[in-house]
């Protein structure tokens, strides 16, 4: 089994990743996008432009790490034993709820909502470079990704939850 300071280290990894998805999600969400349709068009264009690319990185940065730092975690904390993770006990079934929830939520995070961020990006850019209007699709991506970020934020606080029950058995 691994020492109890590598556990440590990757449950932090794991729990600090978490919380950077999350928050960006939370930010976007509530924050950021309610905001922009009260800016003019062209400062809603440059920050669309500019802040969104690095934002949508940001995302998918974290979301990855907390996959990632949480396998991690889980395979160190077991000692490579994934029969203790078995959903036949209290605190397997807690884990694998959480992160089954966890894991949906990266495949909506990846799959869906970063390709369709990426399309408002390159159709506002379009946009900008030929002096366009909105085409219809712009307002579908957009409508497309507040509702995966919802569902997001709603998954990974069940996950959150389930982990945290977790802890307690």
């Given amino acids: 089994m691994a020492s109890a300071l590598v556990v440590g280290i990757l449950a932090w990894l794991h729990i600090l990743s ?5 928050g960006s999600d939370i ?4 924050g950021m996008e309610p905001r922009l349709g009260k800016l003019s068009a062209a400062a809603r264009d440059e920050f669309t432009t500019t802040v969104s690319p690095r ?3 940001m995302e998918m940065f974290f ?3 907390t ?8 395979y160190e904390f077991t000692g490579g034993d994934l029969s203790l993770i078995s959903p036949s006990t209290q605190w397997g079934l807690a884990i694998m709820a959480g992160a089954t929830l966890g894991f949906v939520a990266f495949l909506l995070e ?3 909502d970063y390709p369709a961020e ?3 990006i390159e ?3 379009d946009m900008r470079a030929n002096n366009r209007a909105p085409p219809p699709e712009l307002s579908k991506y957009h409508e497309r990704s507040e509702m995966v970020e919802i569902a997001v934020i709603i998954l990974l606080f069940a996950a959150v939850t389930f982990m945290v029950a977790a802890g307690q058995l």
Wanted: no cysteine; proline share 0%.
């Fill in 55 to 57: 934002i949508n990185k």
């Fill in 18 to 22: 978490a919380i950077g998805w999350l």
């Fill in 63 to 65: 979301a990855s790490a």
């Fill in 123 to 125: 159709i506002v850019r």
């Fill in 118 to 120: 990426k399309m408002i």
């Fill in 67 to 74: 996959i990632l730092f949480g396998l991690l975690f889980l």
């Fill in 110 to 112: 990846a799959f869906v």
């Fill in 27 to 30: 930010v976007l969400l509530i």
